[in-house]
T-cell receptor, first 117, second 114 residues
Framework: NAGVMQNPRHLVRRRGQEARLRCSPM?????VYWYRQLPEEGLKFMVY????????ESGMPKERFSAEFPKEGPSILRIQQVVRGDSAAYFC???????????????FGPGTRLTVL | AQSVTQPDIHITVSEGASLELRCNYS??????LFWYVQSPGQGLQLLLK??????LVQGIKGFEAEFKRSQSSFNLRKPSVHWSDAAEYFC????????????FGKGTRLSVIA
């Protein structure tokens, strides 16, 4: 059973370009979370999605950032017009989404390390 | 507001010595508590979790953690540290009911010396 997959693992963009980060959840998982890790910091929640729905985007910057989790295919975190401050590691996690005890265990992908030049 | 505090930014221990990493949380409901480990350039691996029941939780790689509700703490321990344990350790808290985002501490970097 493959774990959470993220690609690319490393992404370099110049200021003003767009960055697209992809996340394929574990098989059978219908809930996806995106977190950002700045240097020397812990992970900060960005957005929580289920298939075709954004459940909680309270951690997402208001501008330039968007996320989707379509019916088919991976979840995408999109950053438009990147700036140097967007340089960070972006982690995706997935969970099964069952309404019983233990549903909040999240399994993390290896992350995408974004560098903005 | 939900928060997690890991008071020690960096800890150095000798190989074979015991280890305790501290974690205090603030959460308005019954929490789920987690410890994750991150090796340089890698993702997060779950070491152990606490949902309910026995307050002493056993995890992988010989780690354990104790939930103390009165102290709002969930400290991670290992009786004998190995050089391969050098990594960043993160404590996290999540909601008990349903799927909620995790709130992470800033992490504790563990260095192991011979």
């Amino acid at each position: 059973n493959a774990g959470v997959m993220q690609n690319p693992r490393h992404l370099v963009r110049r200021r003003g370009q767009e960055a697209r980060l992809r996340c394929s959840p574990m098989k059978g998982h219908s809930h996806v979370y995106w977190y950002r890790q700045l240097p020397e910091e812990g992970l900060k929640f960005m957005v929580y999605l289920q298939k075709e729905n954004i459940i909680d985007e309270s951690g997402m910057p208001k501008e330039r950032f968007s996320a989707e989790f379509p019916k088919e295919g991976p979840s995408i975190l999109r950053i438009q017009q990147v700036v140097r401050g967007d340089s960070a590691a972006y982690f995706c996690a997935s969970s099964p989404g069952r309404a019983d005890k233990g549903t909040n265990e999240q399994f993390f992908g290896p992350g995408t390390r974004l560098t903005v030049l | 507001a939900q928060s997690v505090t890991q008071p020690d930014i960096h800890i150095t221990v000798s190989e074979g010595a015991s280890l305790e990493l501290r974690c205090n949380y603030s959460y308005g409901a019954t929490p789920y508590l987690f410890w994750y480990v991150q090796s340089p350039g890698q993702g997060l691996q779950l070491l152990l979790k606490y949902f309910s029941g026995d307050t002493l939780v056993q995890g992988i790689k010989g780690f354990e953690a104790e939930f103390k509700r009165s102290q709002s703490s969930f400290n991670l321990r290992k009786p004998s540290v190995h050089w391969s344990d050098a990594a960043e350790y993160f404590c996290a808290v999540g909601g008990f009911s349903g799927n909620t985002p995790l709130v992470f501490g800033k992490g504790t970097r563990l260095s192991v010396i011979a």
